[in-house]
């Protein structure tokens, strides 16, 4: 069974101090992880796609990892408009997804 | 493009009754899907369609039903509402970025409270 675990649960930074969120999975075969933002009251909403070891991409002041057995989602000189909870999901088979419980970050100013 | 789009936002019922959530998507995407979500339970997966006229079943189908008679649009049911159907649902949709790979994108959710 696929199992995806996230950490830490919450964490909370300063504007500015830099940090990494966890995502540790265990699958068959990964066709991909992926990384969402989600704000309190809305819906998921797409960041990274990752697919092989190695792998790294960017987006602003994010940039996810991937190894074997997980992913970091490394946050520089976090803002408060950074401040939601990231999810992380992989993918092993057909097109389903399974979801880690997500870590929920603030950046306080 | 709207993107993907549910309807209602809120709704409020109460034990036994029924009711159906609808979402739709524009963009052409062939698969989708609906979630729900809990306190410290994360995403789950209910039903799912991999193209128009199919569904099948995720991790939490029991007291749901799906129907996906059109390409853009795929409806949840709840015939007879429990409390502990009590949830946010979400839906999604997704394209083949790669030979393997799919991409998800969300709906806002629907806040549903049973009482």
């Known amino acids: 069974e696929d199992q995806v675990t996230q950490s830490p649960e919450a964490l909370r930074l300063q504007e500015g101090e830099s940090s990494s969120l966890n995502c540790s999975y265990t699958v068959s075969g990964l066709r991909g992880l992926f990384w969402y933002r989600q704000d309190p009251g809305k819906g998921p909403e797409f960041l990274f796609t990752?697919?092989?070891a190695g792998e790294e991409k960017e987006k602003e002041r994010l940039k996810a990892t991937l190894t074997k057995k997980e992913s970091f989602l490394h946050i520089t000189a976090p803002k408060p408009e950074d401040s939601a909870t990231y999810l992380c999901?992989?993918?092993?088979?057909?097109?389903?997804?399974?979801f880690g419980e997500g870590t929920q970050l603030t950046v306080n100013p | 493009n709207a993107g993907v789009t549910q309807t209602p936002k809120f709704r409020v019922l109460k034990t036994g009754q029924s009711m159906t959530l609808l979402c739709a998507q524009d963009?052409?995407?062939?698969?989708m899907y609906w979630y729900r979500q809990d306190p410290g339970m994360g995403l789950r997966l209910i039903h799912y369609s991999v193209g128009e006229g199919t569904t099948a079943k995720g991790e939490v189908p029991d007291g749901y039903n799906v129907s996906r008679l059109k390409k853009q649009n795929f409806l949840l049911g709840l015939e007879s509402a429990a409390p502990s159907q009590t949830s946010v649902y979400f839906c999604?949709?997704?394209?083949?970025?790669?030979?393997?790979?799919?991409?998800?994108?969300f709906g806002p959710g629907t806040r549903l409270t049973v009482t």
């Open positions: 990752l697919y092989s």
């Open positions: 999604a949709s997704s394209y083949k970025v790669s030979l393997t790979s799919y991409e998800q994108y």
């Open positions: 963009m052409n995407h062939e698969y």
């Open positions: 999901a992989v993918q092993a088979s057909g097109s389903r997804l399974t």
